[in-house]
């Protein structure tokens, strides 16, 4: 039996934009949703965030993509359908979706909401559903969703500067928690002013905390410190000011994904403090144990948060008014905004008006 084109799996017509081959560029793709359960939301997708790992997907950099791909996993819209036996959801609440719509439920993890670490979660884009069929992502006009990966969008926070949330904001919200760099009085650096930087800087001054951003870019100092608020701003090529804030730092938020030398920012570290990793490098890190033994210091890491935790984040955005900065543009403008991604020409994401541009092909 011949297998079933992506537009016939199932009974609900869709349109997005997608990639064809590891070319990355994106274009019109009709295909299918499955029909709304009786534990599925279904919503109409109004925008959806453009995530960097979206690029490394489309190019097939990780070496686990699979074409057609239909980006996109911070995804934000309004509820349409809901399944008979969907308990927190109604059509007309504002939700969203973040890179997980599976998971196993039984396993350690997803019994202590650790979802995004259960060795049998569903990515939002490009994995295997459970019936066998493949997931496509946000950068369509609907999706259908098991209410568990549902996220509540509460009515004071703007869908568009949202949906980035859902990804960049719960990337470095987690590790503040779960590391203890979230107590008022603790001094916690941010390494890199990006997509994901510039939501840790929002964040960890609405916990309190004291934030220095670390950049190789010294034109990024006045947008680190008077628009995002962040209390001093350290140029990591410059030896003397590195050299001076030596042994300050409780923890570290290590938001870049280019390949970079840790020993520096181990160097920043008091004793016991934590470096944690939120990017991901092409090319494996040198990691040094002496710097590490000399000061009982520790590199961990951090990959997005369970689904209890990101509706806690969104709550916690609501409550202290922490939005994405974006760009909103057009569905057709998707190829060249990829490019303006990858030279970091972005203040800090771009989030695609799915709602008023996508066009289906008639």
């Known amino acids: 039996m011949a297998a079933k084109l992506p537009e016939q799996e199932h009974p609900q017509q869709s349109f997005g934009w997608a990639a064809r081959d590891d070319s990355g ?35 097939n950099e990780w070496g686990s993509s699979t074409y057609p791909l239909v980006p996109g996993h911070e995804i934000v ?61 946000g950068y369509s006009d609907i999706m259908v969703t098991d209410e568990h990966f549902i996220i509540r969008i509460p009515d004071t926070l703007p869908l568009d500067a949202t949906a980035p949330l859902l990804c960049a904001g719960i990337t470095v919200y987690s590790p503040l928690k779960h590391y203890g760099l979230d107590k008022p009085g603790t001094h916690v650096g941010v390494v890199g002013l990006g997509g994901l930087g510039h939501m840790a800087v929002k964040f960890a001054k609405a916990m309190g905390v004291k934030v220095t951003v670390i950049s190789t870019s010294p034109s990024k100092k006045q947008e680190a410190i008077e628009h995002l608020g962040a209390d001093s701003f350290l ?58 033994l000399m000061g009982r210091k520790m590199v961990g890491g951090s990959g997005g ?31 060249t905004a990829m490019d303006r991604i990858q030279k970091a020409d972005v203040r800090y994401r771009f989030v695609i008006d799915i709602g008023n541009t996508i066009n289906p092909i008639h």
Do not use: W
């Open 25 to 59: 560029v994106l274009s019109p793709f009709t295909f299918s949703r499955r029909a709304t359960g009786e534990k599925d939301v279904c919503f109409k997708v109004l925008y959806c965030g453009m995530c960097h790992s979206d690029i490394h997907m489309v190019k």
């Open 77 to 137: 819209g309004v509820v349409t359908e809901v399944g008979s036996k969907v308990e927190k959801f109604k059509v007309g609440d504002k939700v969203g979706v973040g890179g997980m719509v599976g998971s196993c439920h039984s396993c350690h993890n997803c019994t202590n909401n650790l979802e995004n670490y259960c060795p049998e979660v569903i990515l939002t884009y490009g994995a295997k559903y459970y019936d066998g069929t493949t997931t496509y992502g």
């Open 235 to 292: 140029l990591s090529r410059d030896q003397d000011q590195m050299k001076t804030a030596m042994g300050t730092m409780n923890g570290i938020i290590d938001t870049v994904s280019a390949v970079h030398d840790l020993m520096p920012l181990i160097g920043l570290l008091k004793t016991s403090g934590k470096l944690i990793l939120v990017g991901v490098p092409e090319k494996p890190f040198d990691l040094p144990a002496f710097a590490l």
């Open 305 to 335: 948060g369970g689904m209890k935790e990101t509706q806690e984040m969104i709550d916690f955005a609501a409550k202290h008014n922490i939005t994405a900065d974006i760009e909103v543009i057009p569905t057709e403008y998707v190829n």
